[in-house]
Each structure stands twice: as C-alpha cells, then as structure tokens.
C-alpha cells in the first residue's frame, strides 16, 4: 500500500501556559526511584536496589549535542518530584525497559510531547493522543518548536518539506531511491549548506552538502539510495529505508537545529 502525506504545517506562535498533566490509565507494574535523567527520553532509576535504564515509549527526543537536547532532559528533570511508576514490563534490544511513567499526577511521556521536549513515535496503543499533542505544540512553538529554541530568534524562511514518497511500488528496498522527501523553497534563493532532514527516529540524518544553493521556486528530492548529486536531486546513501511506511514525520532543521517545517504523514487509509 502506498503512503499517502499528511500536512501537517507549523506555524509561528509564541509560547503558551505550561502543558496540563495527565496520568496513565493504567497501574503501575512496577515502582522506581530516579538515579538520574540521561537525556529527554531516557532515565537511570533503581528498583528493589537494582539499577535499571528507562526508555520512555512513544516519544523522542533530540539526541545529546542536538539543539533543545539540554533543555528537554532539564524538562523531564523537573517533571519527576517522586517515585516513578512504571507501566510495561518489556525490553528493548539494549536491555532497557520500555514504559509510560508516571511521577506523581504528571504522565512523563504525554507532558514531554505537550512541552515540545520531544516528538511523538507511533506503533504504541496511544499513537493518536500522543500525534494530538504533538500538534497542538508544534502550532503554539513550545520547546524545540519555537523560533528561538537554538539561539535567538530569526525570521524563517519560506522552505518546506512538501511531501514525502515513504512507500513506492515494489519492496523498498529493491529501488531506494524511489523513496524520497521533497523539500521546496517559496522565498529567494538560500543555502542549505549544514541544514538537517531527519525522520522520527534516532538514527536517520541528512545533511545537506556545503555549498548546496535551492534556488527560488525549486524543489529538491532527496532520495533515500545513493547516486550523484544535482541540483534537483539528493542522495540519503542510507543502508535501509528511512521513512516508515505506516507513519513517521520529516522534519528539516536549519543548520543552528531550529525546526524550519515538518510533515506529519499517516498510512493512506
């Protein structure tokens, strides 16, 4: 089944009230005391005095040296004022412990996402709350949203990420560069030397090659094989798919990390 792109488009907003809390509906499975906070989406607690590392489901958040990766592991850091509950007993393939938690009233992954201290990830039974918050973040510019989240504010430019082909015709990956995202600037000419195209995950980075110019009104694709690049076409060169074919999200950053446009897409129905 082909993929079919949904819009979903930022626009600038300045910074509201704080996200409301919200709590797991669920008991936890399991009780833990914090060690430490490793980054935005990730903890180091003890539990009957064994450590154990958290990785918290249905978000992520931006990688250590990324722009807003200091502030969103503060964000969770000031979230937890108690004992944790954790809700799910099993594990990724690093041994850590996938869960919702909870710390108090506050629901640690719901209150990331609200924060614009993280994205939302999908494949978890709740993918549409968690797409609902990251939306209503993205459109007020909370956290990493906001114009100024790498430095201060600068006027956006007119560049977009206008579609993306995450599943063509065939197996992906016997033509990987009939997956592609297609970015398109609507202003004057710019260079994208050192800006970013990423997807929902980790792992998946783009950097546009230094001296790259998108001319005014152009579109480039960038494709997920490898090939020689050109004006209108770029090459991920990645060792598997990047975009998921039930649903993921694009998003292009400019080379200080500021969120310049993001896609949101879902499996066509």
Not at 39 to 66: M, T
Not at 168 to 179: I, K, V
Not at 189 to 209: A, E, K, N, Y
């Amino acid at each position: 089944m082909r993929s079919t792109a949904v819009f979903v488009l930022v626009a600038a907003c300045s910074a509201g009230a704080a996200p409301t809390a919200s709590t797991v509906p669920r008991a936890a499975d399991q009780v833990a005391s914090l060690v430490r906070v490793e980054d935005g989406d990730s903890l180091l607690v003890e539990i009957d005095g064994i450590e154990e590392r958290v990785r918290l489901i249905g978000i992520d958040a931006p990688e250590r040296g990324e722009c807003h990766a200091d502030r969103s592991a503060q964000n969770l850091q000031a979230a937890i004022a108690s004992s944790i509950g954790l809700v799910g007993p099993e594990r990724d393939r690093f041994g850590r412990i996938l869960s919702f938690a909870t710390s108090g009233d506050t629901d640690l992954n719901l209150s990331a996402i609200q924060s614009g201290s993280a994205i939302a990830t999908l494949g978890h039974p709740r993918a549409a709350e968690f797409l609902a918050a990251e939306s209503e973040a993205a459109e007020r510019r909370l956290g990493m949203w906001a114009e100024d989240a790498c430095g201060a504010t600068i006027p956006l430019p007119d560049v977009r990420v206008w579609s993306v082909e995450a599943d063509p015709p065939g197996r992906d990956e016997d033509s990987p560069n009939a997956e592609f995202a297609a970015v398109t600037n609507g202003g004057p000419p710019i260079d994208l030397t050192g800006w970013v195209l990423r997807d929902g995950t980790s792992s998946h980075r783009f950097r546009f090659p230094s001296g790259f110019v998108l001319e005014s009104g152009a579109t480039v694709l960038v494709r997920s094989g490898c090939g020689t690049p050109t004006p209108t076409d770029l090459y991920w060169c990645s060792e598997e798919p990047v975009w998921g074919n039930q649903g993921d999200i694009a998003l292009l950053l400019d080379e200080r990390g500021t969120v310049v446009s993001h896609l949101r897409y879902t499996e066509a129905s």
